[in-house]
């Protein structure tokens, strides 16, 4: 399919050079990623952080994620233990976050990580991202490319769809294949959830060989992500609805239903999760733009990815 916009390019080798290139003159690209599209420029540059922080108009005590190619550079910015070494070893690259101690000596910008004492950590398995970041000498932050507290892009398109052309470079990396932000751990004490995602809960305590449980205490913000309202299609969201109440509301549907409706949006006709969580953006993003008031969403099964599919439900339906 041929792009119908001219800040999208296909990711072969001289557009990812042309990125490389654009990031190394500190300039922000919108970049693939196995979880949701990201907003990415050079880490350990003040210059290139701030440019993501105001285009986003993300709020400055809310830190970013910053990409590693590898461990032996992740090394050189945090201090690893060895719970992050076990679950390194059998999830990454993978959509997972692990927060670390910052070293001292690291270069990563205070701007990026909110001048916080830890830094949030991911590998990428996305094949452009991996690529991208096998040509720079730094690691990349990059925060989900979407304004902050509203949707996360799932293609990109999407990434148009918030920021028309103000991101010139966009490399294609066809849909996300999760299309949920990554689960987030802090590995600086006991661990615990500050995010769930598509790795559960379940999951990670096998590898760990102990409970882990998502930390849910909202007095003390660990993670923004925890913030009340977030992943907001900018429509009021109303969860665990059969039905939808006027001819102005949409209604998420979940599994096979019986009665068609151009108001009704299936998750999965299926009842599959993890086909729920990929079509979960795109769906709440398809709604908004066909100018529906509100939306009405099914009850979804609270087991595995579907934990991670009512944590956003319920940030977006927060008023
Ligand atoms: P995004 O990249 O937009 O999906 O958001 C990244 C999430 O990671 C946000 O909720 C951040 O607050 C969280 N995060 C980044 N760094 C840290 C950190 N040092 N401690 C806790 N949470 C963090
Ligand atoms: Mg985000």
């Given at each position: 399919?041929?792009?119908?916009?001219?800040?999208?390019?296909?990711?072969?080798?001289?557009?990812?050079y042309?990125?490389?290139?654009?990031?190394?003159?500190?300039?922000?690209?919108?970049?693939?990623?196995?979880?949701?599209?990201?907003?990415?420029?050079?880490?350990?540059?003040?210059?290139?952080?701030?440019k993501?922080?105001?285009?986003?108009k993300?709020?400055?005590?809310?830190?970013?994620?910053?990409?590693?190619k590898?461990l032996?550079?992740?090394?050189?910015?945090?201090?690893?233990?060895?719970?992050?070494?076990?679950?390194?070893?059998?999830?990454?690259?993978?959509?997972?976050?692990?927060i670390?101690k910052?070293?001292?000596?690291?270069?990563i910008?205070?701007?990026?990580?909110?001048?916080?004492?830890?830094?949030?950590?991911?590998?990428?398995?996305?094949?452009?991202?991996?690529?991208?970041?096998?040509?720079?000498?730094?690691?990349?932050?990059?925060?989900?490319a979407?304004?902050s507290?509203?949707?996360?892009?799932?293609?990109?398109?999407?990434?148009?769809?918030?920021?028309?052309?103000?991101?010139?470079?966009?490399?294609?990396?066809?849909?996300?294949?999760?299309?949920?932000?990554?689960?987030?751990?802090?590995?600086?004490?006991?661990?615990?959830?500050?995010r769930p995602?598509?790795?559960?809960?379940?999951k990670?305590?096998?590898i760990?060989?102990?409970?882990?449980?998502?930390?849910k205490?909202?007095?003390?913000?660990?993670?923004?992500?925890?913030?009340?309202?977030?992943?907001?299609?900018g429509?009021?969201?109303?969860m665990?609805?059969?039905?939808?109440?006027?001819?102005n509301?949409a209604l998420?549907?979940?599994g096979?239903?019986?009665k068609?409706?151009?108001?009704?949006?299936?998750?999965?006709?299926?009842?599959?999760?993890?086909?729920?969580?990929?079509?979960?953006y795109?769906?709440?993003?398809?709604i908004?733009?066909?100018?529906?008031?509100?939306?009405?969403?099914?009850?979804?099964?609270?087991?595995?990815?579907?934990?991670?599919?009512?944590?956003?439900?319920?940030?977006?339906?927060?008023?």
């Amino acid at each position: 399919m041929k792009n119908i916009y001219p800040n999208i390019l296909k990711s072969n080798l001289k557009n990812l050079y042309r990125a490389k290139k654009n990031i190394e003159n500190n300039n922000i690209i919108g970049l693939p990623t196995e979880t949701v599209y990201g907003l990415a420029g050079n880490a350990y540059s003040n210059k290139s952080v701030k440019k993501i922080f105001h285009i986003k108009k993300r709020p400055s005590y809310n830190p970013l994620i910053i990409h590693f190619k590898n461990l032996k550079n992740a090394k050189k910015d945090v201090v690893i233990n060895n719970n992050f070494l076990k679950l390194y070893s059998v999830l990454c690259p993978g959509p997972i976050t692990f927060i670390l101690k910052k070293k001292h000596t690291s270069k990563i910008s205070k701007i990026a990580s909110a001048k916080k004492k830890t830094i949030a950590i991911r590998f990428p398995k996305h094949n452009v991202a991996k690529k991208l970041l096998g040509l720079l000498k730094f690691p990349l932050a990059a925060p989900s490319a979407n304004i902050s507290s509203k949707l996360s892009p799932t293609s990109p398109n999407d990434v148009v769809d918030e920021f028309k052309d103000k991101i010139k470079i966009i490399l294609d990396g066809g849909k996300s294949k999760i299309g949920l932000e990554s689960t987030i751990i802090d590995l600086t004490n006991k661990p615990r959830i500050l995010r769930p995602g598509s790795i559960t809960s379940e999951k990670i305590s096998k590898i760990l060989n102990k409970r882990v449980t998502i930390y849910k205490k909202t007095k003390e913000i660990k993670s923004p992500g925890q913030l009340k309202i977030h992943y907001s299609p900018g429509i009021p969201v109303k969860m665990n609805r059969i039905i939808n109440s006027n001819k102005n509301e949409a209604l998420i549907v979940f599994g096979k239903i019986y009665k068609k409706s151009n108001k009704y949006f299936n998750l999965s006709k299926k009842g599959d999760l993890n086909e729920a969580a990929n079509n979960l953006y795109k769906i709440l993003r398809k709604i908004k733009n066909k100018g529906f008031k509100s939306i009405a969403v099914n009850k979804i099964p609270n087991v595995g990815i579907g934990i991670a599919i009512n944590d956003r439900l319920r940030k977006a339906s927060n008023k």
